[in-house]
């Protein structure tokens, strides 16, 4: 007969706590050994039995969850951390995992629920409550692509902007009261950070985003150069 699954349960209320101790206790090979009310508790407890799993709230007093998960990753790392928490916050999820969490489960999970976690976790695995792992996997793969003028300075996004106007080099130069060799220097910095190859591509980049060069340009934003 395999030894039990020996575990902690860390939570701030006591009702709350009784009833996760009373589902797991009720399960074979599974047994309690010890509980916490605070983070610094359950450290404590951790360090003193070395359990398999500790079943952890997020929001604990004193030492909080995501600082205790960090705290017994690097001075036990032979106990696995099983968030157990009411947070649906991916931020919290993440910050869990990676302080160290090997799983994270929310508080509405049914018996059958929380004890095959507790059992995934044991094994190796990662286990994180269905819902939240979908949330997740979709943020990842569906990210808001980066827009290149972003990348621009301001005074990059007025050059582009007076370009996409049909503006010569020089032309621009006349206008932003800058040197014709400046704004050379500016243009290649703007083809590169718009990831194009030539003046042409790049003006019809500005004109998609309908970039207006209009607006009070009668006071220069930079002293005025001199060409050689």
Not at 9 to 34: K, M, N, W, Y
Request: charged share 25%.
């Amino acid at each position: 007969m395999s030894d039990p699954i020996n575990i902690v349960v860390a939570d701030d209320h006591p009702l709350f706590r009784q009833g996760v101790v009373q589902t797991l206790a009720a399960e074979d090979g599974l047994s309690v050994i010890g509980e916490a009310g605070t983070g610094e508790e359950a450290v404590r407890l951790v360090v003193e039995q070395t359990p398999d799993i500790l079943l952890l709230d997020i929001d604990m007093p004193g030492t909080g969850g995501i600082a205790t998960v960090e705290r017994i990753t690097a001075t036990c790392p032979l106990t696995r951390v099983l968030m157990l928490t009411v947070s649906e916050n991916p931020d919290d999820l993440m910050r869990a995992l990676k302080g160290g969490a090997r799983g994270y489960v929310l508080k509405g999970v049914s018996s059958h629920g929380l004890i095959s976690a507790v059992r995934a976790v044991t094994a190796g695995e990662i286990f994180v409550t269905p819902i939240l792992a979908s949330t997740i996997l979709y943020e990842m793969t569906h990210e808001e692509p980066i827009d290149p003028l972003d990348e621009l300075t301001e005074r990059e996004r007025q050059v582009l902007q007076l370009l996409g106007d049909g503006l010569t080099n020089r032309e621009i130069g006349e206008r932003l009261y800058l040197a014709e060799k400046t704004i050379k220097h500016y243009m290649t910095s703007v083809l590169q950070k718009l990831h194009v190859r030539s003046r042409v591509e790049a003006a019809l980049l500005a004109r998609q985003h309908q970039l207006d060069s209009d607006g009070p340009r009668e006071q220069p934003a930079e002293q005025p150069e001199i060409a050689p």
